[in-house]
C-alpha cells in the first residue's frame, strides 16, 4: 500500500480520525493532530458535512441490531460513535478509539451530555487500539490513511471481528473533490483494496450512496 499522510499545511472538514505515527510538524502534535482543537472542531463539525458525509446513511448501512457490539476506530469527538450508540441501543455497545486524550475527553462529556451510557472511549496513544470484546462492525471513516501499517491494523482488528462481522471503510475517492484532502494525500479505493487483500480480508459488499467517497465492507477471507 502506499503512504498517504496529510500535509501539515492542511487541514480538512472531512477529518474524522487523527493522525497515528506522524512526525511532529508546526501546529501539530507527534501524531499529527491539530494544536488548535477548537478550530479542528470546527471542520469536522461543519454543518455542511452532513449534507456529503450522510452519517446516519453509513451507520444504517452497517446493519447493527440492537445489543449489538461495533467499534469506532478514529472516533474524534464522536461524530459516528454517538450514532452507532443509537443503533445498537442500550443494551449494546460501542468501543469508540482515539489516540488523542483531549478528544478522548470531550466524547466522554458529550456522551453524558447526550444520556448514553453504551459509548466506552479507548485511548489508544500507540495509534492502533483495538476493542476489548467481538464486534459485530468495526467503522473506519476518513482514517484509514493515519495508520503507519494499515494492512497490519486491518489484520489485528479483523481478529476482533464477531462470526459474520464487517470492517467497514469508508474514504475519499482519488481526484479532485470539493471536500477531503489534497489528492495527493488520498488512500485511494485501489490502493485501499490492495491493503485489504494483503490482510488476508475479502470484499463482502460496496455500497454507493455517498457522493465523494467509498464503502467498502471486509470480511474475514
Known amino acids: 500500500m502506499s503512504t498517504h499522510r496529510k500535509h501539515p499545511g492542511h487541514a480538512h472538514p472531512a477529518e474524522h480520525g487523527h493522525d497515528h505515527g506522524h512526525p511532529h510538524a508546526p501546529g501539530r502534535d507527534r501524531h499529527g493532530n491539530p494544536e488548535d482543537l477548537e478550530g479542528y472542531l470546527a471542520r469536522l463539525e461543519d454543518p455542511a458535512r452532513v449534507e456529503w458525509q450522510k452519517p446516519d446513511e453509513v451507520v444504517a448501512a452497517l446493519g447493527l441490531r440492537p445489543g449489538g457490539v ?78 503507519p501499517d494499515g494492512p497490519r491494523y486491518l489484520r489485528r482488528l479483523s481478529e476482533r471481528l464477531a462470526p459474520g462481522g464487517r470492517i467497514v471503510n469508508v ?19 485501489e490502493d485501499f483494496l490492495a491493503a485489504a487483500r494483503a490482510a488476508g480480508l475479502d470484499v463482502a459488499e460496496e455500497r454507493t450512496f455517498l457522493p465523494y467517497q467509498y464503502f467498502l465492507a471486509l470480511r474475514v477471507g
Not at 121 to 142: H, M, T
Not at 181 to 187: E, F, G, I, L
Request: with cysteine; hydrophobic share 40%.
Open 70 to 147: 461495533a467499534c469506532d476506530a478514529g472516533a474524534g469527538p464522536g461524530y459516528f460513535a454517538l450514532r452507532l450508540a443509537r443503533a445498537v441501543g442500550p443494551t449494546g455497545r460501542v468501543y469508540a478509539i482515539d489516540v488523542e486524550p483531549r478528544m478522548i475527553a470531550l466524547l466522554e462529556e458529550r456522551a453524558r451530555e447526550a444520556g448514553v451510557a453504551n459509548v466506552h472511549p479507548l485511548l489508544a496513544p500507540e495509534g492502533e487500539g483495538l476493542p476489548p470484546e467481538p464486534c459485530d462492525a468495526i467503522l473506519i471513516v476518513n482514517t484509514f490513511h493515519h495508520f
Open 171 to 189: 474514504d475519499f475517492h482519488a481526484g479532485e473533490l470539493p471536500v477531503g484532502p489534497p489528492p495527493d494525500h488520498k488512500v485511494s479505493r
